[in-house]
């Protein structure tokens, strides 16, 4: 049974930090592209970045130069660290596990990040 359980999403102030997490089991972790979308209220899921099972690394030009997405394969996990946070940012933030080649694509539940002052 594959699962991608992400935490670390919150309340922040403008110009505040968070640390988002996604944490991967039941797949070979390390042969995925891992990704970070949100979805804010009444709009679309956006892509927001990308890192590759070679570690190539991709952002939508909005978050570029205050977001930071890495993985550990050691521990099935990806990261995506958030600085200087604008209100813009606020959305739901999903982590998506994508094997293209064999068509597999599994996305985790959730969590809310609100940037409010």
């Known amino acids: 049974q594959v699962q991608l359980v992400e935490s670390g999403g919150g309340l922040v102030q403008p110009g505040g930090s968070l640390r988002l997490s996604c944490a991967a089991s039941?797949?070979?972790?390390?042969?995925?592209?891992m990704r970070w979308y949100r979805q804010a209220p009444g709009k679309q899921r956006e892509l927001v970045a990308t890192?590759?099972?070679?570690?190539?690394?991709n952002y939508v030009d909005s978050v570029k130069g205050r977001f930071t997405i890495s993985r550990d394969n050691a521990k099935n996990t990806v990261y995506l660290q958030m600085n200087n946070l604008k209100p813009e940012d606020t959305a739901v933030y999903y982590c998506?596990?994508?094997?293209?080649?064999?068509?597999?694509?599994?996305w985790g539940q959730g969590t809310q990040v609100t940037v409010s002052s």
């Open positions: 998506n596990a994508n094997f293209n080649f064999l068509g597999l694509n599994y």
């Open positions: 039941g797949i070979k972790f390390s042969s995925y592209a």
């Open positions: 890192i590759t099972s070679d570690d190539t690394i």
